[in-house]
């Protein structure tokens, strides 16, 4: 079946370590999204790509990294310098030509814990 | 600045009953707007989206309203099932040339008794 599988579901994570949460999708969807979702929050764009090897800072990116070397897979990495990186991550993507409309599908999430 | 948000965190109905989920916005530039479902320890899930030079939309027991003269946008949910108790988003996009960057509200919990 299509989706997008994100990777682990829960991590745990002491100060001071990167770490790198996973999102792949068999939708061939060209367009990839990490949002940051906080409890009674909604959701908070990280990082977004339309295309591979080209992706744009969100309304929250410092503190995180991200690549596109693969039109199926946009990784995330929370680094040291985030300073508040205990959240739930869902990793989202959509059709490049319904990008506008805002229909995104998402993930399932990876919960992060820092110790 | 740009900000979505809701009236109410949380609503409690009975089941067969009619849902009204409430939304305001200020980013007058987003061209459209969306609800998302969530269910608990769950992605969202797309609902429906409206453009916003529509008033109303219609889906599968779903009904969209939007009111831009003060800003105001509503999900109605018919015959509300138990299967319907989650958050629920409201989104805008960000208008212009920045495709696929949305806006989030803090979300409605939706609780559904049978």
């Known amino acids: 079946d299509g989706g997008i599988t994100q990777s682990p579901k829960y991590l745990f994570r002491k100060e001071g370590q990167n770490v790198t949460l996973s999102c792949e999708q068999n939708?061939?969807?060209?367009?990839m999204y990490w949002y940051r979702q906080d409890p009674g929050q909604g959701l908070r764009l990280i990082y977004y790509?339309?295309?591979?090897?080209?992706?744009q800072k969100g309304d929250i990116a410092e503190g995180y990294s991200v690549s596109r070397e693969k039109k199926e897979s946009f990784p995330l990495t929370v680094t040291s310098a985030q300073k508040n990186p205990t959240a739930f991550y869902l990793c989202?993507?959509?059709?490049?030509?319904?990008?506008?409309?805002?229909?995104?599908?998402f993930g399932e999430g990876s919960r992060l814990t820092v110790l | 600045g740009e900000s979505v948000g809701l009236h109410l965190p949380t609503l409690s109905v009975q089941e067969g009953d009619n849902s009204i989920i409430n939304c305001a916005y200020s980013?007058?530039?987003?061209?459209?707007f969306i609800w998302y479902k969530q269910e608990s320890g769950k992605g969202p899930q797309f609902i429906i989206d409206?453009?916003?030079?529509?008033d109303k939309r219609q889906g599968q027991r779903v009904t969209v309203l939007l009111n831009k003269t003060v800003k105001h946008l509503s999900l109605q949910i018919a015959a509300t099932q138990p299967g319907d108790s989650a958050v629920y988003f409201c989104?805008?996009?960000?208008?212009?040339?920045?495709?696929?960057?949305?806006?989030f509200g803090q979300g409605t919990i939706l609780t559904v008794h049978p």
């Open positions: 989202a993507s959509s059709v490049l030509g319904r990008v506008h409309t805002g229909e995104l599908f």
């Open positions: 939708l061939n969807h060209d367009a």
């Open positions: 790509s339309q295309i591979v090897n080209d992706f």
């Open positions: 980013n007058s530039a987003s061209d459209y």
């Open positions: 409206i453009r916003s030079n529509m």
């Open positions: 989104a805008g996009n960000a208008g212009g040339t920045s495709y696929g960057k949305l806006t």
